[in-house]
């Protein structure tokens, strides 16, 4: 979970924070206490929404998952569902005011939640600076010291191709593939004028071999002629139409 997932719960947060203690609210008390003030500040935004968000976390995560094998046996399921509950308005309180990742964190998720944010929520025209979507999820990912080592990630069947970190430690750039690749950037037209270049020189080199070793220049392809005589397969054409015309 990130900061930037997190503050759709941020109104649930502040409603248990003015509701109760700091106690209170670190335990998840002020939360579960049903406080007036919280609904009528946050109405659309109750605990249900937190149970919800549990029973999501105990089918899909494998972390949520060990903790409910371990509460049930005591607490029963929906004690430790609730337990769960606690545990993650805990952990959004926690991104919130540290404005970093969990540390229980994927950052394949983080970034495509991030890829997502840029495509549904904000829009890909409207990102600032200019950016496009994967430098947008690049500068997040950094901003939270997560997935230095990601260079390319999967929405639907498209693949983006990640610009590299700033963290240290990071991989250089990785090289586009399929029709990621690109083409007609001034790098890649000297890359190929390059290797081109070297091509002809390798063709010269064997060519000049090849002349050398036979004593004489060697004939060009406009030398050779294109005019060949007949062969087994026009004498066979020939033979058919002839048969075909006689009957």
């Given at each position: 979970m990130t900061w930037a997932g997190a503050e759709g719960n941020f109104c649930t947060i502040s409603g248990a924070r003015n509701s109760a203690s700091t106690r209170a609210a670190s335990s998840g008390e002020g939360f579960w206490a049903n406080s007036n003030e919280a609904q009528t500040k946050c109405p659309s935004i109750t605990g249900t929404r937190l149970v919800c968000a549990a029973n999501v976390a105990v089918r899909s995560d494998e972390f949520w998952k060990a903790e409910l094998a371990r509460l049930?046996?005591?607490?029963?399921?929906?004690?430790?569902?609730?337990?769960?509950?606690?545990?993650?308005?805990?952990?959004?309180?926690?991104?919130?005011?540290?404005?970093?990742?969990?540390?229980?964190?994927?950052?394949?998720?983080?970034?495509?939640?991030?890829?997502?944010?840029?495509?549904?929520?904000?829009?890909?025209?409207?990102?600032?600076?200019?950016?496009?979507?994967?430098?947008?999820?690049?500068?997040?990912?950094?901003?939270?010291?997560?997935?230095?080592?990601?260079?390319?990630?999967?929405?639907?069947k498209h693949q983006y191709l990640l610009p590299p970190s700033s963290l240290p430690g990071a991989p250089p750039a990785a090289e586009p593939i399929g029709r990621g690749r690109r083409q007609n950037t001034h790098a890649a037209q000297q890359k190929r004028l390059a290797e081109a270049a070297a091509k002809r020189e390798a063709l010269a080199a064997k060519r000049a071999e090849a002349e050398a070793r036979m004593g004489r220049q060697r004939k060009t392809r406009a030398d050779k002629g294109t005019h060949r005589g007949p062969n087994r397969i026009t004498k066979e054409k020939q033979v058919q139409s002839k048969t075909v015309s006689a009957a």
């Open positions: 049930e046996p005591r607490t029963g399921h929906n004690k430790a569902i609730v337990a769960i509950a606690r545990k993650l308005l805990v952990v959004v309180w926690h991104v919130l005011t540290q404005r970093e990742a969990d540390r229980r964190a994927d950052a394949a998720k983080v970034a495509r939640g991030f890829l997502n944010m840029a495509y549904k929520d904000i829009g890909a025209r409207n990102l600032p600076d200019g950016m496009t979507a994967p430098e947008f999820v690049r500068k997040n990912l950094d901003a939270l010291g997560l997935g230095k080592e990601l260079q390319r990630l999967g929405r639907g």
